[in-house]
């Protein structure tokens, strides 16, 4: 509805309200009984967006209601007076209820605090208002006296509490409507006929208790007609009800019916019929009001226990999936959770971990530290977490008899936050380095070895260099027969340190490099390397091919893998004996395999394995080397999904490296899944 609309409705409301209790039934001792003019004008600014244009058109409307319609001047005065009770009330909810639909938000009336609030300020502004305008009166009009006093200010505190509460309730109602779509009302058969049973009820306490035998108090009974709405239905329904069955009652207790009617001045009997609506009133907002703070309250209670028992299913998803163990352990031992991770970190291939309920002694555990001492009772880390410690990333070791390599454990504790009255409680997480920890491992061996083999060329080099340092200072001329094997000796370690240097980097690129995969002709590769090893001119018998097919690799490493293996052939031959090589192959389902066979000198059976570990040598001598090939070569092969092994020549001396290479993409692409789940 347009503004303006709105205004002239109020208007037009307020006019009629005000000339309806112009009649004498409703007067007492000059005064009317009932206010539903100060009712609408509480509305018509509680639920005002232009102040100014209200405010001034109701003072307006009440001073020419008075001057002209009552034929006195000063009443254009004395009306506006009272009405600013109206003014005070809503100026009170709008400071201390802004939320609320009436003090300028949009939320209905909803708790008990609410209308507590409104019944004080309608009371207070009544009081001041009312009497400030009472004295007027008694000063300025014939025939205004202080009696009429305290029914004035009861009709103004009845008309703004009654009328207010519906109002404030109903507007709240219907802004929500607005807002949201929440419904205006909830129709359904039962509750139509507990309304029709709450008018039966109150119709026959009515009739008996203010028409048949008013002197047997029976009355008090509507109480609990308000009672039975208030538990029942929503507060605007109550505040309705109950408004409405305080009307009946003062109807007829102005028609002479009921135990109100016995009293004979009017004034008095108009204050105690208000005085009744008022307490069915507060009964039935009391209890609805407070029926509905604690349905709010448990609605509340009951989502935020939804939420936390969905967020609590989900963490224990979530620890169930982890790949740490995680367990929560109560002082006595008790073990309050235990993820399915922990028990598989604690036990070996095949074994099922049982003590996952309480903690064990901690032999049970088979941890040990890495100096090899058992772990014992005292030093399990979820006893130190409860005794204040914080145990961070300490690195023990799970031995077992299924796990004869053992598993480095890394375990974390630490206390939780205790709750009033309950055990104190630990977190203690247990992660799987046995990887980590043998990378390292490997990493220190490697810069070990690294800074050995480059070491001691230079050693060589500069131990020559001052020696041939000392021949210049001792003589001016070094004759060639002493200065040339040094200056070849610098040369020969130099030569040693910048092979090593290239092996490091070959090493790095076959492990780190990102393959560039290409159909490669192994027949074309080993030709190559054949020219380039034997020099043009050299017997051709020496290198023996059978049919090679194609691979699907990496060109570079392929020929840095071929290289490798013949170039070895060709070193760890016996002296005296021509080398002699053969590079033979098959193929089957998209895998090639390749099989390099010397006449040399044969690796024993116990190094077979170890010779493919970076820096493994096996311990030739005689033989120049860094045992970094095979490395590389095993590299090289499993980064393309294959596999690489060693084993003796059939044919008698020497030994076959064997390896195979994919001869397809798709073969190279599982392999390579595979590998990677
Ligand atoms: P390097 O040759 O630099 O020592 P490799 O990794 O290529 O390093 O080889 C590791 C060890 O394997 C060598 O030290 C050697 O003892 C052994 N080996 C490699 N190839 C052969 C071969 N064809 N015949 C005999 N022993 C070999």
Redesign the pocket.
């Known amino acids: 509805m347009p503004p303006i609309g709105r205004t002239a409705l109020f208007l037009l409301a307020f006019v009629i309200a005000s000339l309806a209790v112009r009649d004498d039934t409703l007067m007492a001792n000059g005064v009317p009984v009932v206010g539903p003019a100060i009712g609408v004008a509480l509305l018509w600014l509680a639920s005002s967006a232009n102040w100014w244009l209200d405010g001034t058109l109701l003072l307006a409307t009440s001073a020419v209601f008075g001057a002209v319609l009552q034929d006195d001047p000063w009443l254009a005065l004395l009306g506006p007076v009272g009405l600013l009770a109206v003014f005070a009330t809503v100026l009170g909810l709008r400071r201390w209820a802004p939320e609320m639909w009436g003090g300028g938000g949009r939320e209905p009336m909803g708790t008990l605090a609410q209308f507590a609030l409104l019944l004080l300020l309608a009371a207070v502004s009544s009081l001041v208002f009312v009497s400030a305008r009472a004295a007027l009166g008694v000063l300025l009009v014939d025939g205004e006296s202080w009696a009429q006093l305290p029914l004035r200010i009861s009709r103004s505190f009845t008309s703004i509490v009654a009328l207010g509460t519906v109002g404030l309730l109903v507007g709240g109602r219907l802004a929500q409507h607005a807002d949201r779509g929440a419904p205006l009302v909830r129709v359904t058969p039962t509750r139509v006929l507990e309304l029709v049973g709450v008018a039966i009820m109150s119709a026959a306490i009515f009739v008996v208790g203010f028409v048949q035998h008013p002197a047997v108090p029976t009355t008090f009974m509507l109480g609990l007609a308000a009672v039975w709405v208030a538990v029942r239905f929503s507060p605007p329904t109550t505040s309705i009800v109950t408004v409405a069955m305080g009307i009946v009652a003062l109807a007829l207790s102005m028609n002479g019916h009921g135990p109100i009617a016995v009293i004979e001045d009017p004034a008095e009997q108009a204050v105690m019929t208000q005085v009744f609506l008022l307490a069915l009133l507060v009964i039935g907002m009391a209890v609805s009001l407070t029926r509905r703070q604690l349905f709010e309250t448990i609605t509340r209670l009951q989502r935020s226990e939804d939420r936390l028992s969905h967020r609590a299913a989900e963490l224990n998803l979530m620890l169930d999936h982890l790949n740490d163990g995680v367990a929560i352990v109560e002082e006595g031992g008790r073990i309050v959770h235990a993820n399915p991770a922990l028990g598989r970190l604690l036990s070996g291939p095949g074994e099922r971990f049982q003590g996952l309920d309480r903690i064990r002694p901690a032999a049970t555990y088979r941890l040990f530290h890495p100096d090899g001492r058992p772990l014992t009772d005292e030093e399990m880390p979820y006893l130190r977490a409860l005794r204040g410690e914080t145990v961070i990333d300490e690195e023990y070791h799970l031995r077992a008899p299924t796990l004869p390599a053992g598993r480095v454990l890394s375990i974390s504790a630490v206390a939780l936050p205790t709750e009033p009255g309950q055990p104190a409680r630990s977190m203690a997480t247990v992660r799987d380095v046995t990887a980590e920890s043998e990378h390292r491992d490997a990493l220190a061996d490697f810069a070990g070895t690294v800074a050995h083999d480059l070491n001691n060329p230079l050693s060589v080099a500069s131990g020559w260099a001052e020696s041939l340092e000392e021949a210049f200072r001792s003589s001016d001329q070094v004759p060639a027969t002493t200065g040339a094997p040094m200056v070849s000796h610098i040369q020969a370690a130099t030569e040693r340190m910048r092979e090593f240097i290239s092996d490091l980097l070959a090493h790095t690129v076959a492990r780190d490099q990102a393959l560039q995969c290409e159909r490669v002709p192994l027949r074309n590769v080993v030709k190559d390397l054949e020219d380039t090893r034997l020099g043009p001119g050299s017997s051709r018998q020496e290198v023996e091919t059978g049919e090679l097919p194609d691979v699907w690799a990496d060109r570079a490493l392929v020929l840095q893998l071929l290289d ?1 293996l013949i170039g ?2 060709f ?2 031959v016996a002296p005296g004996t021509v080398p002699r090589v053969q590079v033979l192959a098959e193929e089957s389902d998209g895998w090639a395999t390749v099989r390099v066979c ?1 006449n ?4 024993p059976e116990d ?1 077979r394995q170890r ?1 493919f570990e970076t820096f ?5 001598k005689g ?1 120049d ?7 590389i070569c095993k590299r090289i092969v499993e980064r393309h999904g294959g596999r690489i092994w060693v084993t003796g020549n059939p044919e008698g001396q ?2 076959c ?1 064997t390896f195979t290479l994919p001869t397809t993409a798709e073969a190279l692409a599982a392999a390579t899944a595979r590998r990677e789940s």
């Open positions: 490798n070895n052939a070193k760890y010397d040399g000198i044969g690796i190094q010779i493994h040598r096996a311990g030739r033989y080397g860094h045992g970094l090939g095979l490395a020497g030994s490296f």
